[in-house]
């Protein structure tokens, strides 16, 4: 039975709406990405959560992971005696906020990871504290690990500032950290910070190919998604338009929409979980867009599993 590696970080989420009313507390970081999964899982596969919890939430933590389908929790869960990162979310507005983490679970070294990872046989990594993995892990994953490698950059680019507001930092390394993976996922703010070429988004997703990753994907709200694919990429079979291509606004802000929290992770585990499934690359965006703008019309992760497995078959009596 295929394997997939899901690495993240389990956050306690505080999300403060821009309308300055109380927040609504509930699982967050990667939640969201282990939610989608029992609604997007390929036939046969199951996710292997990656994870650190603190100590203080570990027995929350435990029991919402057993709550959802598709996982094996038994084996790499790990819990630790920091205390469990807990973020509050301040939205400006329906996309804009800033972040305040207060926590310290630590990340995973080279040779953690690599024991982990080797009972997998594909390795999803949102950095959802910024610091899941290091350099030498990544080196692992680049030189080491045979089979599909997905990177949601998220806080891969943001430090940890005074108060503990989420600021942004360079990357140091970028080339090591993108021949880690195959494909990436990022939003235009984090292309930005990756990539200064001149040429426009087109332009900077090219860049970041050239340092060895197949795909790269932006995610960009109610505006859609666009990607670009290397040349020879071994997801380009069956996409449509040549080597790259774009899509327009999936109802990404759909009806009803009031929290946009989540939405990318639930989009990266949805496309990923397509293309290892056979699907071309636009018809995976397709699928992880519906299913982010259902995301988007839900509070937090409770409830979310069942709600995306609804529209997952939903959409796919429709196709």
């Given at each position: ?21 109380d ?27 990656i ?39 301040f ?15 630590p ?14 046989d594909?390795?999803?990594v949102?950095?959802?504290s ?18 599909a ?18 600021e ?27 990539s200064?070429?001149?040429?426009g ?33 071994r ?19 759909g ?15 949805s496309?990923?979980?397509s ?35 609804r ?9």
């Open positions: 039975m295929p394997r997939l590696g899901v690495v993240g970080t389990l956050v306690w989420d505080a999300i403060h709406g821009p309308d300055g009313g927040p609504h507390n509930d699982w967050g970081g990667i939640a969201y990405s282990l939610a989608a999964w029992g609604a997007v899982a390929p036939a046969g596969w199951t996710a292997v959560p994870v650190k919890v603190g100590s203080d939430l570990s027995d929350d933590a435990r029991g919402f992971l057993s709550g959802l389908d598709g996982l094996a929790t038994d084996e790499f869960v790990v819990t630790v005696p920091e205390p469990n990162n807990r973020v509050d979310l939205y400006h507005d329906d996309s804009r906020r800033c972040e305040r983490l207060t926590g310290g679970v990340g995973w070294g080279a040779d953690e990871l690599r024991s982990a990872a080797l009972s997998c594909a390795i999803y949102n950095f959802i910024g610091w899941e993995i290091d350099r030498t892990a990544a080196k692992y994953l680049a030189t080491d690990f045979e089979g490698r997905w990177c949601d950059v998220h806080s891969l680019i943001l430090g940890v500032g005074s108060g503990g507001m989420r942004p930092r360079p990357v140091e390394d970028r080339a090591a950290w993108l021949r880690a993976f195959d494909l990436v996922q990022m939003n235009e703010d984090e292309l930005g910070f990756l200064s070429a001149e040429g988004r087109r332009g900077r997703l090219e860049d970041l190919l050239s340092e060895g990753p197949e795909a790269a994907f932006v995610t960009r709200g109610a505006d859609g998604v666009e990607w670009a694919i290397a040349s020879g990429s997801w380009l079979e069956g996409a449509e338009g040549g080597s790259s291509g774009s899509l327009e606004a999936e109802d990404l802000d009806p009803g929409a009031t929290d946009p929290t989540g939405c990318g992770d639930v989009w990266g585990i496309c990923f979980a293309l290892l499934d056979g699907d071309s690359v636009p018809e995976a965006a397709r699928r992880a867009s519906r299913l982010a703008a259902v995301t988007a019309a839900h509070h937090g992760t409770a409830g979310l599993a069942d709600r995306l497995a529209a997952n078959r939903a959409g796919n009596t429709q196709r």
